[in-house]
């Protein structure tokens, strides 16, 4: 089974700190996500990555950045933390569409206070 | 931009009672999929449906992607106290591997 691994599953923060959220997965897949999930909107993309250092905005991005310099790592920054950053994030991956769909990790509850 | 709506966005059941969700989206997609969320855990994939007018069945649950191609929706029949979460739709971005998350639907189930 593909694993999706976030390397935090509670995180508290202070406003202005710079927090590094950070997913990884197993199984050589070339599409990697983060959203947030907020209660009330669903889940929101924050940012996608199709191959190593490729990246591409979302639906959210501002106030976020990426990073992915291997493939099976997909980090997502807070530059500087914000209380409207309070959420769910939710890293996920895949290799092509099919009858597969996302492989999402368990989720890092973040808390800026 | 493109939406994914759901609705309802809860639903409190009895036990044994059906259940639908319907997903309506702004756009034709190529495919739908569904997810299903337990309280505190993530979204896990349900199914993927593609053709029009396409009816896939997982035991009690069957989901229907519709003629157009830009509604679906999925029915429990008989609910049970597993079948408590959020339920998800999702459609892909045209041409992309990106998917817009419908809101989801809450589900709980009284016993």
């Known amino acids: 089974d593909v694993k999706v691994t976030q390397s935090s599953r509670y995180l508290v923060k202070r406003t202005g700190e710079k927090v590094f959220l950070e997913c990884v997965q197993d199984m050589d897949h070339e599409n990697m996500f983060w959203y947030r999930q907020d209660p009330g909107l669903g889940l929101r993309l924050i940012y996608f990555s199709y191959d190593v250092k490729m990246k591409e905005k979302g639906d959210i991005p501002e106030g976020y950045s990426v990073s992915r310099e291997k493939k099976e790592r997909f980090s997502l920054i807070l530059e500087s933390a914000s209380t409207n950053q309070t959420s769910m994030y939710l890293c996920?991956?895949?290799?092509?569409?099919?009858?597969?769909?996302?492989?999402f990790g368990s989720g890092t509850r973040l808390t800026v206070v | 931009g493109q939406q994914v709506m759901q609705i309802p966005q809860y639903q409190h059941v009895q036990e044994g009672e059906d259940f639908t969700t319907y997903c309506n989206s702004s756009?034709?997609?190529?495919?739908i999929q569904w997810y299903k969320q337990r309280p505190g855990g993530h979204p896990v994939f349900l199914i993927q449906?593609?053709?029009?007018?396409e009816v896939k069945k997982q035991k009690r649950l069957t989901f229907q992607f519709g003629e157009a191609k830009k509604n679906s929706s999925l029915h429990i029949t008989a609910t049970q106290t597993t079948d408590v979460g959020t339920y998800f739709c999702?459609?892909?971005?045209?041409?992309?591997?990106?998917?817009?998350f419908g809101t989801g639907t809450r589900l709980k189930v009284l016993a």
């Open positions: 996920a991956s895949i290799n092509r569409p099919g009858p597969y769909g996302y492989t």
């Open positions: 999702a459609g892909p971005i045209a041409g992309t591997y990106k998917y817009i």
């Open positions: 756009t034709t997609l190529s495919n």
């Open positions: 449906l593609v053709k029009s007018g």
